[in-house]
């Protein structure tokens, strides 16, 4: 009933920019923290930055200073604008997020499908 919609990925040369959306719809009372990781090939899953509701934000070291993580609570929507990019950044980006659904009140968790980027050297 709830899902996330991930865009903006793509392929980029190092030291470029990037900047991804995730978008929240469905049965939605409201949305507590939101986040992006990233899977590399053959690595596990990691948090790149989550941000709450209030917009207190927090950043893996890696990408501390390069990446900014935003939101726009009246479109439930947030963002990832990935700056300087380096080849070390490619990955699935996957984002989340922990809502209240609107029915039961109860808090969930939902994910994105992943959007690839490709950061070429």
């Known amino acids: 009933q709830v899902q996330l919609v991930e865009s903006g990925g793509g392929l980029v040369q190092a030291g470029g920019s990037l900047r991804l959306s995730c978008a929240a719809s469905?049965?939605?009372?409201?949305?507590?923290?939101m986040g992006w990781y990233r899977q590399a090939p053959g690595k596990q899953r990691e948090l790149v930055a989550r941000?709450?509701?209030?917009?207190?934000?927090d950043y893996a070291d890696s990408v501390k200073f390069r990446f900014t993580i935003s939101r726009d609570n009246a479109k439930n929507t947030q963002y990832l604008q990935m700056n300087s990019l380096k080849p070390e950044d490619t990955g699935v980006y996957y984002c989340?997020?922990?809502?209240?659904?609107?029915?039961?009140?109860?808090?969930?968790?939902?994910w994105g499908q992943g959007t690839l980027v490709t950061v070429s050297s």
């Open positions: 989340n997020a922990v809502f209240r659904a609107a029915t039961t009140l109860r808090y969930l968790e939902v």
């Open positions: 469905g049965s939605i009372f409201s949305i507590n923290d």
């Open positions: 941000i709450t509701r209030g917009g207190s934000t």
